[in-house]
């Protein structure tokens, strides 16, 4: 179910400070178990936790291994900019008793009607199912229009790979990216979903 994202009862005096019109723009996608909602400067200190595994680091392209200071704040601050070129929705699991911040889920506008999907999860809510259940609603949603979507995973992580594949995308081919954590490009399996 996809709505625009309703100021709750309890929302930070901060968080509405921060969160500006392009934002609540942004929409608010609910689950079974839990609501895909955009990032308000309060969840910075759970990004910074969950990304200080090296399990977690080491799964994506972009999160550094230490988390230098301030690095979860940026993160949070580009996701809330209007001129941001990613949409990042938190995994909040609040309303059902779970953390507030179980990962993230996002997608980044890229050229033509296609967007690149991303996510992480929490080492601690592995193989809960809690991904392929963010992933298959932002898939279901599609807040871009996008036609084509596309996404990677390292081959080393064959779990991010199971996620993809039982969200509908098929495997593309073989490729390589650069990992800021491994400081090295890591081999990935590259797959795309068409949207209709």
Same mark, same amino acid.
């Given at each position: 179910?996809?709505?625009? @994202?309703?100021?709750?009862?309890?929302?930070?005096?901060?968080?509405?400070?921060?969160?500006?019109?392009?934002? $609540?723009?942004?929409?608010?996608?609910?689950?079974?178990?839990?609501?895909?909602?955009?990032?308000?400067? #309060?969840?910075?200190?759970? *990004?910074a !936790?969950?990304? @200080?595994?090296?399990?977690?680091?080491?799964?994506?392209?972009? *999160?550094? !291994?230490?988390?230098?200071?301030? @690095? #979860?704040?940026?993160?949070?601050?580009?996701?809330? /900019?209007?001129? %941001?070129?990613?949409?990042?929705?938190?995994?909040?699991?609040?309303?059902?008793?779970?953390?507030?911040?179980?990962?993230?889920?996002? $997608?980044?506008?890229?050229? =033509?009607?296609? #967007?690149? $999907? =991303?996510?992480? *999860? =929490?080492?601690?809510?592995?193989?809960? =199912?809690?991904?392929?259940?963010?992933?298959?609603?932002?898939?279901?949603?599609?807040? !871009?229009?996008?036609?084509?979507?596309?996404a990677? @995973?390292?081959?080393?992580?064959?779990? /991010? &790979?199971?996620?993809?594949?039982?969200?509908?995308?098929?495997?593309?081919?073989? &490729?390589? #990216?650069?990992?800021?954590?491994?400081?090295? %490009?890591?081999?990935t399996?590259?797959?795309?979903?068409?949207?209709?």
């Amino acid at each position: 179910m996809v709505m625009s @994202a309703p100021l709750r009862e309890g929302t930070r005096l901060d968080d509405l400070n921060a969160i500006g019109a392009a934002v $609540l723009d942004q929409p608010v996608i609910e689950t079974e178990r839990f609501t895909l909602r955009p990032l308000r400067p #309060s969840d910075a200190g759970l *990004i910074a !936790h969950y990304t @200080a595994d090296r399990r977690v680091a080491e799964g994506t392209r972009a *999160i550094p !291994h230490p988390l230098p200071p301030g @690095a #979860s704040e940026a993160f949070v601050a580009r996701a809330l /900019s209007a001129k %941001r070129t990613e949409d990042v929705w938190a995994i909040d699991g609040s309303q059902n008793r779970l953390a507030e911040l179980l990962g993230v889920v996002s $997608l980044t506008r890229m050229e =033509g009607e296609q #967007s690149e $999907l =991303g996510f992480w *999860i =929490g080492a601690g809510f592995w193989n809960t =199912g809690f991904a392929t259940e963010a992933v298959a609603a932002l898939v279901a949603a599609n807040p !871009h229009g996008a036609r084509t979507l596309f996404a990677e @995973a390292f081959q080393d992580n064959p779990g /991010s &790979a199971r996620v993809l594949t039982n969200c509908g995308f098929v495997y593309l081919g073989d &490729a390589e #990216s650069w990992s800021v954590a491994r400081g090295a %490009r890591v081999p990935t399996w590259t797959y795309l979903r068409k949207m209709g």
